[in-house]
């Protein structure tokens, strides 16, 4: 059995959130949110919301036990970007990207 959350349209880049999902990947519930706990990123305190979430929800909706719970897979994709621009040399302009991500994660009984 599996469980799934996933929080759509943060504004932060996927690539800063992947790094953090390669740390949990395959590791205990329990573990990964001590990692995620201890971990001085912006997007570890999003990956720990969602990881709560999908705990949550295998916990609630599908009657898993906790302490045989894993994380099957945490990813960041790529959400809507935020186009903006900048004045540049001789007139011309330099677009900014803001980026943002829907970061899911998904827990399963082992």
């Known amino acids: 059995m599996q469980a799934k959350a ?3 349209y943060q504004r932060i880049s996927p690539l800063k959130v992947n790094f953090i999902c390669r740390e949990i990947r395959g590791k205990h519930v329990d573990e ?3 990692i995620l706990r201890f971990t001085p990123k912006a997007g570890a305190r999003l990956l720990e919301k969602v990881l709560k979430s999908a705990v949550a929800n295998a916990e609630n909706n599908h009657n ?3 302490k045989d719970l894993y ?3 945490a990813y960041a994709n790529d959400a809507p ?3 903006r621009w900048r004045p540049k040399a001789k007139g011309s302009a ?4 803001k980026r943002s991500s ?3 994660v ?3 009984e082992r």
């Open 6 to 8: 996933i929080a759509k």
């Open 32 to 34: 990964a949110l001590s």
């Open 64 to 66: 898993l036990d906790r």
């Open 71 to 73: 994380v099957l897979e």
């Open 81 to 83: 970007v935020m186009k």
């Open 94 to 97: 330099y677009p900014i990207l």
């Open 102 to 104: 829907h970061i899911g």
């Open 106 to 108: 998904t827990v399963a």
